[in-house]
Structures are given as structure tokens and as C-alpha cells.
């Protein structure tokens, strides 16, 4: 049976941590669920590993559709997550719905949107019309020419207030998850404190409800600068399976990220 998001929330609600992992393809979908991965993200990070473009900018809302309609191929048991590639869900609540019940016919069982409060009417048109949402916020990549460059999140008094609002603004608005990207640990085990909705860190350090990484930064692959927040699985393990294994060991048992790999 596959996971639902009601799943999710109760892991949340038990204290169990859920282990994530970006997949782009039918192979590593069944692989990594075999594993033990609980949702396979289909990120437009598949823009610079898959791809090699410099952001995530050039991803296209068919490049999603393509490699979400993959990875459902491969799977049976995973939740599967797919990212709202740059300029689908900035223009209108109406326009964003129909870009997302694509990658829900191409198998996705949530989408993910980047943005705070700014996106919180059109979270609401969409949980109320059908559509699971989990938010992104903190170091939002599609916004990496507003934001300056790939930095942390969150630092000032002032920015931490306003991620705060951000994630209130988002869960009250029907978000069933919240990611954060590299924002402080002790400002991203605030907000999962505060909310009741799962969230998911990368770079926000170890009191996230959920984990996530990019595949191939798991495996060792780094397409660019390896960032303080990833971690290679392969090295120590005898195979790309026992990795995977490893990585949802850790991450269930509160081992990774360790204080090493956050903020
Ligand atoms: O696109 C992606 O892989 C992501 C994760 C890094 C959070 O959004
Ligand atoms: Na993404």
C-alpha cells in the first residue's frame, strides 16, 4: 500500500522521522523504496544533476511531467512529491491549479510550490479544491537572482520573524508540509515546534520532521561545490542499496544530519 499523507502526519505525530530522497527515474524510484525511503521527491534540481543547467531556472513544467510520470512507473509504496518548476505557480491561484493537476495526472501525490505568505491564497485554492501542497521556504533556489546568490536564511532577528510568519501563514492555509532550506537549526526546530503539519529540513538541521537530499549529493555525486549539509552514503557502503539503507538508518534513528552538516 502506498503511503498517504495521512501516514506522513502520523509519523510526525509519533515522533518517527521520515526519510526523503530526490528521484527523477523509474530504476532508483524502485530502488530507494526498497530501501525504505518514505517519499521520493521529483525536485527541479533534476535542472542542474539531470540537466546541468547552472539553476533551476530553465526546468520546464514537461521536464516535470516526463520524469514524475517515470519515477510513478517505478513505484509502489513511496509518496511522491513533485516540484513546481519556475513560473507555473507565480502568476494566479487558477493557473497554478492547472500546472499542478498536471504532475498529479503524470502520479505525483503532492506538489511542492517555493514561497511564504505570497503563496498562501493560492495553497488555499488548491487544498480546497483537491490538490496536497507542501511549501518551500528559507533558501528558496528559484528566487536565486532576487536572493543573491545560494547563502543561509533566517540569520536576522528580522528574517527569522518573517520565515515564522511565513510557515504559520502556510500551514493555516491548508499546506500538509513545510520544507526549510538552510535556515538555522534552532530557527527551523522553532517553526516545527510551532506548527502541527510535517516539515522537512535540508540544511535545517536535526529537529525537522523529515529529512531530505538530493540522490546524487547522497551518493557522492556533487554537480558543484559540496555543500555543508550533504552527506556521501556510497562511501562505506558495499552498494547504491545498502546507501540508500544507510541514509534512512540515520535519519530514522536522529544520526543525520549531524551538528557538522547544519547552521
Ligand atoms: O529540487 C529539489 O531537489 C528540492 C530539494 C533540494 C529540497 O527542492
Ligand atoms: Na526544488
Redesign the pocket.
Known sequence: MRITQDTLQKMRDDNEKIAIL?CYDSSFATLLENAGVDIL?V????GNVLQGEES?LPVTLDDMIYHTRCVARGSSKAFIMA?MPFGTSQVSPEDTFENAAKLMAAGANMV?LEGGSIMAETVEFMTRRGIPVCG?IGLT?QSVHQLGGYKVQGKTDYQAEQLMEDAVALEKAGAGML?M?VVPATLAKQVTKTLSIPT?G?GAGIDCSAQ???LYDMLGIYSGKKARFMKNFLAGAGSIHEAAENYVKAVKAGEFPGPEHAF
Open positions: 530526490t521527491l525536485g527541479d534540481s533534476l533551476t516540484d511542492k518551500h533556489p520544507l532550506e522537512i535540508i531530505v537530499l538530493v
